[in-house]
Protein backbone atom coordinates (compact mmCIF):
# COMPACT_ATOMS: atom_id res chain seq x y z
CA UNK A 1 0.00 0.00 0.00
CA UNK A 2 1.27 3.67 -0.54
CA UNK A 3 1.86 5.74 1.87
CA UNK A 4 -1.03 7.42 3.33
CA UNK A 5 -1.92 10.64 5.50
CA UNK A 6 -4.38 9.46 7.99
CA UNK A 7 -5.94 12.21 10.70
CA UNK A 8 -6.75 10.68 14.01
CA UNK A 9 -9.56 11.93 16.36
CA UNK A 10 -9.81 11.31 20.02
CA UNK A 11 -13.41 12.26 21.74
CA UNK A 12 -14.31 9.68 23.96
CA UNK A 13 -14.28 11.24 27.04
CA UNK A 14 -12.80 14.33 28.58
CA UNK A 15 -9.79 14.98 26.28
CA UNK A 16 -9.96 16.52 22.49
CA UNK A 17 -7.22 14.92 20.69
CA UNK A 18 -6.03 15.12 16.95
CA UNK A 19 -3.32 13.47 14.82
CA UNK A 20 -1.57 13.35 11.90
CA UNK A 21 0.16 10.08 11.29
CA UNK A 22 1.73 9.08 8.12
CA UNK A 23 1.94 5.46 6.99
CA UNK A 24 5.66 6.15 5.68
CA UNK A 25 7.14 8.94 7.72
CA UNK A 26 5.62 8.70 11.10
CA UNK A 27 3.99 10.90 13.69
CA UNK A 28 3.84 14.36 12.00
CA UNK A 29 1.45 16.08 14.48
CA UNK A 30 -0.70 15.49 17.38
CA UNK A 31 -2.92 17.94 19.94
CA UNK A 32 -4.49 17.74 23.13
CA UNK A 33 -6.94 19.78 24.96
CA UNK A 34 -7.76 18.59 28.61
CA UNK A 35 -10.97 19.48 29.99
CA UNK A 36 -9.66 19.29 33.79
CA UNK A 37 -10.66 22.68 34.45
CA UNK A 38 -13.75 22.32 32.64
CA UNK A 39 -14.80 19.64 35.07
CA UNK A 40 -12.81 20.67 38.70
CA UNK A 41 -15.72 22.15 39.94
CA UNK A 42 -17.61 18.79 39.62
CA UNK A 43 -15.71 16.86 40.78
CA UNK A 44 -15.91 14.65 38.02
CA UNK A 45 -16.47 14.18 34.64
CA UNK A 46 -19.96 16.20 33.37
CA UNK A 47 -21.16 14.17 29.81
CA UNK A 48 -22.94 17.07 28.78
CA UNK A 49 -20.42 19.96 29.28
CA UNK A 50 -17.62 17.32 27.90
CA UNK A 51 -19.70 16.79 24.63
CA UNK A 52 -20.08 20.85 24.27
CA UNK A 53 -16.46 21.34 24.87
CA UNK A 54 -15.60 18.96 22.14
CA UNK A 55 -17.67 20.39 19.67
CA UNK A 56 -15.87 24.23 20.68
CA UNK A 57 -12.54 22.20 20.93
CA UNK A 58 -12.61 19.84 17.52
CA UNK A 59 -11.78 22.29 14.27
CA UNK A 60 -9.22 24.79 16.03
CA UNK A 61 -7.45 21.46 17.06
CA UNK A 62 -7.93 20.37 13.57
CA UNK A 63 -6.33 23.83 12.16
CA UNK A 64 -3.31 23.46 14.95
CA UNK A 65 -2.05 20.02 13.73
CA UNK A 66 -2.56 20.94 9.89
CA UNK A 67 -0.41 23.91 10.26
CA UNK A 68 2.33 21.80 12.20
CA UNK A 69 2.74 19.42 9.77
CA UNK A 70 2.56 21.99 7.09
CA UNK A 71 0.02 20.34 5.24
CA UNK A 72 -3.67 20.22 4.46
CA UNK A 73 -7.22 19.03 4.30
CA UNK A 74 -6.39 17.80 0.67
CA UNK A 75 -3.81 15.72 1.60
CA UNK A 76 -5.39 13.53 4.10
CA UNK A 77 -5.99 9.88 2.49
CA UNK A 78 -8.30 8.42 5.90
CA UNK A 79 -10.50 9.72 8.58
CA UNK A 80 -9.59 7.26 11.74
CA UNK A 81 -11.74 8.00 14.78
CA UNK A 82 -12.70 6.71 18.50
CA UNK A 83 -15.86 4.78 18.43
CA UNK A 84 -15.83 3.19 21.49
CA UNK A 85 -16.60 2.73 24.56
CA UNK A 86 -16.94 5.90 26.02
CA UNK A 87 -19.15 8.44 26.69
CA UNK A 88 -21.67 8.45 24.17
CA UNK A 89 -22.16 12.03 23.21
CA UNK A 90 -18.71 12.72 23.63
CA UNK A 91 -17.85 9.50 21.11
CA UNK A 92 -20.66 11.21 18.84
CA UNK A 93 -19.20 14.33 18.07
CA UNK A 94 -15.90 12.97 17.06
CA UNK A 95 -17.57 9.99 14.93
CA UNK A 96 -19.90 13.07 13.72
CA UNK A 97 -17.22 14.97 12.80
CA UNK A 98 -14.75 12.43 11.32
CA UNK A 99 -17.82 11.20 9.07
CA UNK A 100 -18.52 14.11 7.57
CA UNK A 101 -15.53 15.24 6.77
CA UNK A 102 -14.35 11.80 5.55
CA UNK A 103 -17.71 11.95 3.25
CA UNK A 104 -16.91 15.57 2.06
CA UNK A 105 -13.29 14.73 0.99
CA UNK A 106 -13.90 11.20 -0.52
CA UNK A 107 -11.64 9.32 2.04
CA UNK A 108 -12.08 6.20 3.77
CA UNK A 109 -13.67 6.85 7.83
CA UNK A 110 -12.17 4.01 10.08
CA UNK A 111 -13.99 3.42 13.53
CA UNK A 112 -11.52 2.45 15.91
CA UNK A 113 -11.70 1.01 19.99
CA UNK A 114 -10.23 3.17 22.50
CA UNK A 115 -8.40 0.38 24.17
CA UNK A 116 -6.63 -0.87 20.91
CA UNK A 117 -5.62 2.55 20.34
CA UNK A 118 -3.91 2.35 23.94
CA UNK A 119 -2.46 -1.10 23.60
CA UNK A 120 -0.96 -0.30 20.27
CA UNK A 121 0.55 3.53 21.19
CA UNK A 122 4.03 1.83 22.12
CA UNK A 123 4.60 1.00 18.89
CA UNK A 124 4.74 4.55 18.29
CA UNK A 125 8.02 4.78 20.02
CA UNK A 126 11.54 4.27 18.62
CA UNK A 127 12.26 1.47 20.33
CA UNK A 128 8.96 -0.78 19.59
CA UNK A 129 7.93 -3.99 20.81
CA UNK A 130 7.43 -6.50 18.34
CA UNK A 131 4.48 -9.01 18.36
CA UNK A 132 3.35 -11.64 20.16
CA UNK A 133 3.53 -9.70 23.72
CA UNK A 134 1.81 -9.30 26.73
CA UNK A 135 -0.52 -5.59 27.38
CA UNK A 136 -1.51 -4.75 30.73
CA UNK A 137 -3.68 -1.65 29.79
CA UNK A 138 -4.05 0.37 32.70
CA UNK A 139 -6.70 3.31 31.35
CA UNK A 140 -9.78 4.70 33.46
CA UNK A 141 -12.07 2.41 33.95
CA UNK A 142 -10.35 -0.46 32.37
CA UNK A 143 -7.68 -3.01 33.73
CA UNK A 144 -7.01 -5.52 31.54
CA UNK A 145 -4.04 -8.57 30.29
CA UNK A 146 -4.30 -9.02 26.64
CA UNK A 147 -1.78 -11.65 24.94
CA UNK A 148 -1.49 -9.18 21.50
CA UNK A 149 -0.55 -12.03 18.42
CA UNK A 150 -1.12 -8.86 16.15
CA UNK A 151 -3.43 -6.21 15.07
CA UNK A 152 -7.04 -7.36 16.01
CA UNK A 153 -5.64 -10.72 17.79
CA UNK A 154 -6.51 -9.96 20.97
CA UNK A 155 -6.96 -12.36 23.67
CA UNK A 156 -8.08 -11.81 27.08
CA UNK A 157 -6.01 -13.30 29.92
CA UNK A 158 -7.13 -11.34 32.23
CA UNK A 159 -9.54 -8.16 33.81
CA UNK A 160 -10.75 -6.59 36.86
CA UNK A 161 -13.58 -8.04 38.63
CA UNK A 162 -14.76 -4.41 40.04
CA UNK A 163 -12.92 -1.08 39.85
CA UNK A 164 -10.02 -0.65 37.36
CA UNK A 165 -7.10 0.22 39.24
CA UNK A 166 -7.69 3.97 37.06
CA UNK A 167 -11.00 4.18 39.28
CA UNK A 168 -9.75 3.46 42.32
CA UNK A 169 -7.03 5.99 42.69
CA UNK A 170 -9.81 8.51 41.60
CA UNK A 171 -12.02 7.11 44.28
CA UNK A 172 -9.61 6.60 47.05
CA UNK A 173 -8.58 10.30 46.38
CA UNK A 174 -11.91 12.12 46.49
CA UNK A 175 -12.46 9.72 49.88
CA UNK A 176 -9.20 11.48 51.21
CA UNK A 177 -10.17 15.19 49.77
CA UNK A 178 -7.68 15.20 47.78
CA UNK A 179 -9.66 17.20 44.74
CA UNK A 180 -9.64 16.54 41.61
CA UNK A 181 -8.14 14.42 39.01
CA UNK A 182 -7.96 12.09 42.05
CA UNK A 183 -5.47 9.63 40.68
CA UNK A 184 -2.19 11.82 40.15
CA UNK A 185 -2.85 14.23 43.15
CA UNK A 186 -2.89 10.82 45.31
CA UNK A 187 0.13 9.64 43.25
CA UNK A 188 2.56 13.13 44.10
CA UNK A 189 1.07 12.53 47.88
CA UNK A 190 2.39 9.37 48.20
CA UNK A 191 5.82 10.16 47.14
CA UNK A 192 6.22 12.54 50.11
CA UNK A 193 4.53 9.43 52.53
CA UNK A 194 5.68 6.49 54.34
CA UNK A 195 4.17 2.54 53.58
CA UNK A 196 3.97 0.23 56.62
CA UNK A 197 1.96 2.78 58.51
CA UNK A 198 -1.46 1.52 57.78
CA UNK A 199 -1.48 -2.00 56.17
CA UNK A 200 -3.96 -2.57 53.24
CA UNK A 201 -4.83 -5.14 51.53
CA UNK A 202 -3.34 -6.96 47.98
CA UNK A 203 -6.63 -7.81 46.36
CA UNK A 204 -6.28 -11.10 44.69
CA UNK A 205 -2.69 -10.75 44.64
CA UNK A 206 -2.51 -14.95 45.25
CA UNK A 207 -5.85 -15.95 43.52
CA UNK A 208 -4.42 -18.37 41.36
CA UNK A 209 -5.36 -16.19 38.28
CA UNK A 210 -4.66 -12.97 36.29
CA UNK A 211 -7.94 -11.49 37.25
CA UNK A 212 -7.96 -8.51 39.44
CA UNK A 213 -9.81 -6.18 42.25
CA UNK A 214 -9.37 -3.34 43.38
CA UNK A 215 -12.72 -2.00 45.14
CA UNK A 216 -12.16 -3.97 48.18
CA UNK A 217 -8.66 -1.86 48.81
CA UNK A 218 -10.86 1.22 48.14
CA UNK A 219 -13.12 -0.29 51.02
CA UNK A 220 -10.49 -0.54 53.02
CA UNK A 221 -9.08 2.91 52.96
CA UNK A 222 -12.73 4.11 53.78
CA UNK A 223 -12.21 1.72 56.65
CA UNK A 224 -9.00 3.58 58.40
CA UNK A 225 -10.60 6.94 57.40
CA UNK A 226 -13.87 6.38 59.56
CA UNK A 227 -11.73 4.49 62.58
CA UNK A 228 -9.35 7.62 62.53
CA UNK A 229 -9.85 10.93 60.55
CA UNK A 230 -6.20 11.40 58.65
CA UNK A 231 -4.51 14.51 59.27
CA UNK A 232 -1.62 15.30 56.46
CA UNK A 233 0.99 13.14 57.38
CA UNK A 234 -1.62 10.52 57.47
CA UNK A 235 -3.37 10.93 54.25
CA UNK A 236 0.47 10.89 53.06
CA UNK A 237 1.25 7.47 54.22
CA UNK A 238 -2.14 6.14 53.54
CA UNK A 239 -1.33 7.07 49.25
CA UNK A 240 1.79 5.69 50.06
CA UNK A 241 0.46 2.45 51.38
CA UNK A 242 -2.48 2.45 48.45
CA UNK A 243 -0.23 3.09 45.33
CA UNK A 244 2.12 0.43 46.94
CA UNK A 245 -0.83 -2.02 46.80
CA UNK A 246 -1.79 -1.13 43.62
CA UNK A 247 1.20 -1.41 42.05
CA UNK A 248 2.59 -4.65 44.12
CA UNK A 249 -1.12 -6.36 42.29
CA UNK A 250 -0.21 -5.14 39.15
CA UNK A 251 3.51 -6.01 38.50
CA UNK A 252 2.67 -9.28 40.08
CA UNK A 253 -0.02 -10.18 37.72
CA UNK A 254 2.11 -8.79 34.70
CA UNK A 255 4.83 -10.90 35.36
CA UNK A 256 2.55 -14.03 36.31
CA UNK A 257 1.06 -13.01 32.57
CA UNK A 258 4.32 -13.08 30.97
CA UNK A 259 5.42 -16.80 33.05
CA UNK A 260 1.41 -17.87 31.18
CA UNK A 261 2.20 -17.60 28.03
CA UNK A 262 5.81 -17.61 27.62
CA UNK A 263 6.82 -14.43 26.45
CA UNK A 264 9.00 -11.87 27.28
CA UNK A 265 7.63 -8.80 26.45
CA UNK A 266 5.41 -6.44 28.16
CA UNK A 267 3.68 -3.62 27.14
CA UNK A 268 2.39 -1.19 29.25
CA UNK A 269 -0.95 1.19 28.47
CA UNK A 270 -3.11 3.62 29.48
CA UNK A 271 -3.03 6.72 31.64
CA UNK A 272 -2.17 4.59 35.02
CA UNK A 273 0.89 3.30 33.22
CA UNK A 274 2.50 6.95 33.37
CA UNK A 275 2.37 6.35 37.48
CA UNK A 276 6.11 6.25 38.35
CA UNK A 277 5.59 4.24 40.85
CA UNK A 278 4.75 1.26 38.76
CA UNK A 279 6.70 1.84 36.12
CA UNK A 280 9.18 1.43 38.88
CA UNK A 281 7.91 -1.59 40.12
CA UNK A 282 7.25 -3.12 36.68
CA UNK A 283 11.02 -2.42 35.47
CA UNK A 284 12.40 -4.00 38.18
CA UNK A 285 10.04 -7.20 38.31
CA UNK A 286 10.75 -7.54 34.21
CA UNK A 287 14.55 -6.75 34.67
CA UNK A 288 14.59 -10.22 37.49
CA UNK A 289 12.71 -12.66 35.17
CA UNK A 290 14.59 -11.78 31.90
CA UNK A 291 11.98 -9.74 30.27
CA UNK A 292 11.31 -6.31 29.01
CA UNK A 293 8.69 -3.73 29.48
CA UNK A 294 7.58 -0.91 26.91
CA UNK A 295 5.79 2.13 27.45
CA UNK A 296 4.35 5.22 25.13
CA UNK A 297 6.01 7.79 25.61
CA UNK A 298 4.40 9.74 28.31
CA UNK A 299 2.50 12.42 26.26
CA UNK A 300 0.76 9.35 24.94
CA UNK A 301 -0.23 7.74 27.89
CA UNK A 302 -3.35 9.65 28.86
CA UNK A 303 -6.04 9.89 25.53
CA UNK A 304 -4.55 11.43 22.29
CA UNK A 305 -5.35 11.39 18.91
CA UNK A 306 -1.67 9.67 17.94
CA UNK A 307 -2.86 6.68 19.31
CA UNK A 308 -6.19 6.59 17.10
CA UNK A 309 -4.29 8.24 14.06
CA UNK A 310 -2.15 4.96 14.12
CA UNK A 311 -4.00 2.18 15.13
CA UNK A 312 -6.44 3.42 12.10
CA UNK A 313 -3.34 3.19 9.82
CA UNK A 314 -2.87 -0.17 10.94
CA UNK A 315 -6.02 -1.48 10.35
CA UNK A 316 -5.76 -0.04 6.94
CA UNK A 317 -2.68 -1.74 6.54
CA UNK A 318 -3.98 -5.14 6.93
CA UNK A 319 -7.78 -4.31 5.06
CA UNK A 320 -9.84 -3.33 7.98
CA UNK A 321 -12.83 -2.20 5.74
CA UNK A 322 -13.97 1.48 6.60
CA UNK A 323 -17.19 2.18 7.25
CA UNK A 324 -20.05 2.85 4.37
CA UNK A 325 -20.62 6.40 3.54
CA UNK A 326 -23.07 7.98 6.10
CA UNK A 327 -24.01 5.49 7.98
CA UNK A 328 -21.99 4.97 11.31
CA UNK A 329 -22.82 4.08 15.27
CA UNK A 330 -20.90 4.81 18.32
CA UNK A 331 -20.29 2.21 20.84
CA UNK A 332 -20.30 3.42 24.65
CA UNK A 333 -19.92 -0.38 25.59
CA UNK A 334 -17.82 -2.48 23.25
CA UNK A 335 -15.35 -5.59 24.53
CA UNK A 336 -11.66 -5.46 22.92
CA UNK A 337 -12.30 -9.13 21.61
CA UNK A 338 -15.07 -7.80 19.36
CA UNK A 339 -12.89 -5.12 17.76
Known amino acids: MADMLVLGIESSCDETGLALYDTGRGLLAHAV ?44 GAIAYTAGPGLAGALLVGAGFAESLALALKVPALPVHHLEGHLLSPLLSADPPRFPFVALLVSGGHTQLMRVAGVGQYELLGETL ?31 GQTGRFPLPRPMLHSGDLNFSFSGLKTAVLTQV ?37 LKQLVVAGGVGANEALRAGLDAGTQAAGARVFYPELELCTDNGAM ?3 AGAQRL ?12 SVRPRWALGEA
Open 33 to 76: HSQVDLHEAYGGVVPELASRDHIRRIVPLLRKVLAVAGTSLETV
Open 162 to 192: DDAAGEAFDKTAKLLGLGYPGGPQLARLAET
Open 226 to 262: RNRPPDDSDKADLCAEFQAAIVEVLSAKALAALKATG
Open 308 to 310: IAF
Open 317 to 328: TFGSAANQAGSF
